[in-house]
């Protein structure tokens, strides 16, 4: 099926950067969405941002101006760049994929395993 691989999290101080990657792998055929998702314990998972197909992006408001979101179509590998962190931020963050496969053509939702972001103050 798909995997989806999440890596560049870690612990910042407040104002610092960190580059979020997440690279899929399998038997893709077509992706429609890819987008960045975070929890925050005790918080309900949120969107953070999201590439469509056409290249269009959508960020949530708290992170407009200083998260980016990118990707590499042909690496199939997405990435979130997070400027100026504050502490609010601190969260696990997913990245997600809708896409469809050689085995199943219908667009399905595909979840990595998280990677953990710190930022102290």
């Known amino acids: 099926q798909v995997q989806l691989v999440e890596s560049g999290g870690g612990l910042v101080q407040a104002g610092g950067s960190l580059r979020l990657s997440c690279a899929a792998s399998?038997?893709?055929?077509?992706?429609?969405?890819m987008g960045w998702f975070r929890q925050a314990p005790g918080k309900q998972r949120e969107l953070v941002a999201r590439?469509?197909?056409?290249?269009?992006?959508n960020y949530v408001d708290s992170v407009k101006d200083r998260f980016t979101i990118s990707r590499d179509s042909a690496k199939n590998t997405m990435y979130l760049q997070m400027n100026s962190l504050k502490p609010e931020d601190t969260a696990v963050y997913y990245c997600?994929?809708?896409?469809?496969?050689?085995?199943?053509?219908?667009?399905?939702?595909?979840w990595g395993q998280g990677t953990q972001v710190t930022v102290s103050s």
């Open positions: 590439i469509l197909g056409d290249e269009r992006t």
């Open positions: 997600k994929l809708r896409a469809t496969t050689a085995t199943n053509w219908v667009f399905n939702d595909y």
């Open positions: 399998g038997s893709i055929v077509s992706i429609n969405i």
